[in-house]
Nanobody, 119 residues
Framework: QVQLVESGGGLVQSGGSLRLSCAASGSIFSINAMRWYRQAPGKQRELVAALTSGGRTNYAASVKGRFTISRDNANNTVYLQMNSLKPEDTGVYYC?????????????WGQGTQVTVSS
């Protein structure tokens, strides 16, 4: 089994910054893509940022230029640096990872961390 544990959420004023972390542990051979999603109240979960094992990144248009995704492969950890935060960035942020173990690859989710941006 694999566990993803997020941390770093909280309450911040508009224009502020937060850094989210997601650490993966358990039966891991390697991790391919790692992603951050968010879900605002009453809305569907949306992809915020993705980072492949090869270093390719992809960002939602709404966060491009403000958020940066990075990873520490040695520690199976992915980060999301969020700058110039806006009230519309408020939501629960979830980590997602494609984990390889042996011949199989499976997707896993963290439990989520709340980010609240006040105006």
């Amino acid at each position: 089994q694999v566990q993803l544990v997020e941390s770093g959420g909280g309450l911040v004023q508009s224009g502020g910054s937060l850094r989210l972390s997601c650490a993966a542990s358990g039966s891991i051979f390697s991790i391919n893509a790692m992603r951050w999603y968010r879900q605002a109240p009453g809305k569907q979960r949306e992809l915020v940022a993705a980072l492949t094992s090869g270093g390719r990144t992809n960002y939602a248009a709404s966060v491009k230029g403000r958020f940066t995704i990075s990873r520490d492969n040695a520690n199976n950890t992915v980060y999301l640096q969020m700058n110039s935060l806006k009230p519309e960035d408020t939501g629960v942020y979830y980590c997602n990872a494609n984990v390889r173990y042996g011949l199989s690859e499976n997707g896993y989710w963290g439990q989520g961390t709340q980010v609240t941006v006040s105006s």
